[in-house]
């Protein structure tokens, strides 16, 4: 062989080799990377105490959007009511359009919060019939079940 060519004797079985330590290693990392995974979906399901807590936080995320978009049909009827009040033409079938969509906001907003009093275990209870005379109205009872 020539002086200034190095000797490539093994240099396969060598590079045999890096290959498979190389290999070794993406394995051992993505293990660990999948293991890290796994043990901080498991931990962040302990951070809450149950299941309970997590529909509570459910329903008050639904009841969050429910008032945000209560909110932004209340804001576009004020608009309209105030073309309405300036001059320009609005139609009716829209305003009763964006009153029956607050309405019904209105109704479904109650009923997640009726869903949250009874996933704390309170009774709430409504009445039509008028309270008796020389009683004070507007308060309510909450009742909450002995363990």
Not at 10 to 15: D, E, I, K, V, Y
Not at 62 to 76: H, M, N, P, V
């Amino acid at each position: 062989m020539n002086a200034s060519m190095p000797d490539l004797t093994g240099a396969p079985a060598l590079a045999r080799l890096v290959v498979v330590r190389a290999r070794v290693r993406m394995l051992a990392w993505l293990v660990g990377i999948v293991a890290l995974v796994l043990t901080t979906a498991i931990s962040t399901k302990g951070i809450y105490d149950t299941q309970q807590a997590l529909d509570e936080g459910k329903l008050q995320l639904e009841r969050f959007r429910l008032l945000r978009e209560r909110d932004e049909a209340a804001k576009r009827l004020g608009f309209l009511f105030h073309r309405r009040e300036r001059g320009s033409m609005v139609d009716p079938l829209e305003l009763d359009a964006w009153l029956q969509r607050i309405d019904g906001h209105d109704a479904s907003i109650a009923r997640v919060e009726r869903e949250m009093a009874a996933a704390k275990g309170e009774a709430v209870t409504v009445s039509d019939t008028p309270p008796p005379a020389g009683s004070q109205t507007g308060e309510a009872e909450v009742i909450r079940p002995q363990p």
